[in-house]
T-cell receptor
Framework: AQSVTQLDSQVPVFEEAPVELRCNYS??????LFWYVQYPNQGLQLLLK??????LVKGINGFEAEFNKSQTSFHLRKPSVHISDTAEYFC???????????FGDGTTLTVKP | ETGVTQTPRHLVMGMTNKKSLKCEQH?????MYWYKQSAKKPLELMFV???????ENNSVPSRFSPECPNSSHLFLHLHTLQPEDSALYLC????????????FGEGSWLTVV
């Protein structure tokens, strides 16, 4: 079994400030890790994913995340946010040998002018 | 355009009505999913179909009845729902049910009155 904890339910930041959305996971097996974004009134879309290799993963819209195996974390970062980044962000894990993804509760990022 | 199309986008139904949600994917995938997204709750996986065969049913009440006539289409038949079933229902697909990335539709907002 696996679980995902997104440590912040809401993150308010000012435009052009850096942001970090935190995600910790728990699993007894190897996992793949994902960040999805959900803009208002839309479905989820993939931001980035870690499958193997380099622990620093770059995604769309200037986001990146770092896989830290020892700390079982996969935090999402962006050096300078825009108003358009306001959305709900979901961290997810998937057992490398199974089909089911487990999602975190989500973090609401609100970017203020 | 996400490649996964859901209709209707909004549905209001009474507790004694029968209605259906429809999902179509144009990505050539062979796995399809129904998720439920309620306010202040994590994303809940309801059903998984792989090559038209149901591979997962997460203890979903029988008032929700899925149907997958082919790998491109997925339905969720609804009858005698409860107000607490009001939520955003997200359809998704992937290339194989162990495949890493899930592609989501924009969702169908369901309100049960």
């Amino acid at each position: 079994a696996q679980s995902v904890t997104q440590l912040d339910s809401q993150v308010p930041v000012f435009e052009e400030a850096p942001v970090e959305l935190r995600c910790n996971y728990s699993s007894s097996v190897s996992v793949y890790l994902f960040w999805y974004v959900q803009y208002p009134n839309q479905g989820l879309q993939l931001l980035l994913k870690y499958l193997s290799g380099s622990t620093l993963v770059k995604g769309i819209n200037g986001f990146e995340a770092e896989f830290n195996k020892s700390q079982t974390s996969f935090h999402l970062r962006k050096p300078s946010v825009h108003i358009s980044d306001t959305a709900e962000y979901f961290c997810a894990v998937k057992d490398t040998n199974a089909g089911k993804s487990t999602f975190g509760d989500g973090t609401t990022l609100t970017v203020k002018p | 355009e996400t490649g996964v199309t859901q209709t209707p986008r909004h549905l209001v139904m009474g507790m004694t009505n029968k209605k259906s949600l429809k999902c179509e994917q144009h990505l050539g995938h062979n796995a399809m999913y129904w998720y439920k997204q309620s306010a202040k709750k994590p994303l809940e996986l309801m059903f998984v179909y792989n090559f038209k065969e149901q591979t997962e049913n997460n203890s979903v009440p029988s008032r929700f009845s899925p149907e997958c006539p082919n790998s491109s289409h997925l339905f969720l038949h609804l009858h005698t729902l409860q107000p607490e079933d009001s939520a955003l229902y997200l359809c998704a697909s992937s290339q194989g049910w162990t495949e890493n990335t899930i592609y989501f539709g924009e969702g169908s907002w369901l309100t049960v009155v």
